[in-house]
């Protein structure tokens, strides 16, 4: 699960500091959720949208808020294109106001865990012992022929 936590805000500018500094790395169905900081200086969030136009697809269940808490959630799709980046907006409320403020974050898709690469080396590598194993097995015989 990608958290991100608000730690700091900044009224004037619509800046948000965030924990994962504002470029967040997810995987596919992975859910990401959103933290309101004790101390962030941010009252609520009152949307999270597109920035721009959304890779198809991307989430399975769109930013949404959580239940009655102030955190908001969202789950990355299936299918999302691995290195796909979606650009979107956080509206924002600060302490001492009810002015909508505005910050700009990126989510991008990463591989799993388990890469082609990497499934290409458990290949070639399962192989590899299973000739070597055939090989001892046909040098065993020749040894018991003598």
Known sequence: ????????????????????GGRTKAKR???????????????????????????TPFFSKFPHRDGSSANW??????????YSEYNYSISWIPNESDE???????ISIKPSDESFLMRIIKVVTTILIV????????????????
């Open 100 to 106: 909508i403020k505005e910050h700009d974050p990126i």
């Open 29 to 55: 169905k992975e859910t990401i959720t959103w933290k309101i900081g004790s101390n962030s200086g941010v009252k609520s969030i009152s949307n999270i949208y597109p920035k721009t136009p959304m890779p």
């Open 73 to 82: 959630k969202a789950v990355i799709d299936h299918d999302a294109v691995y």
């Open 1 to 20: 699960m990608a958290k991100i936590t608000i730690t700091d805000s900044n009224p004037t500018t619509g800046e948000l500091e965030l924990s994962d």
């Open 131 to 146: 000739l070597f194993g055939i090989s001892i097995l046909f040098s065993d015989k020749k040894k018991r022929r003598k």
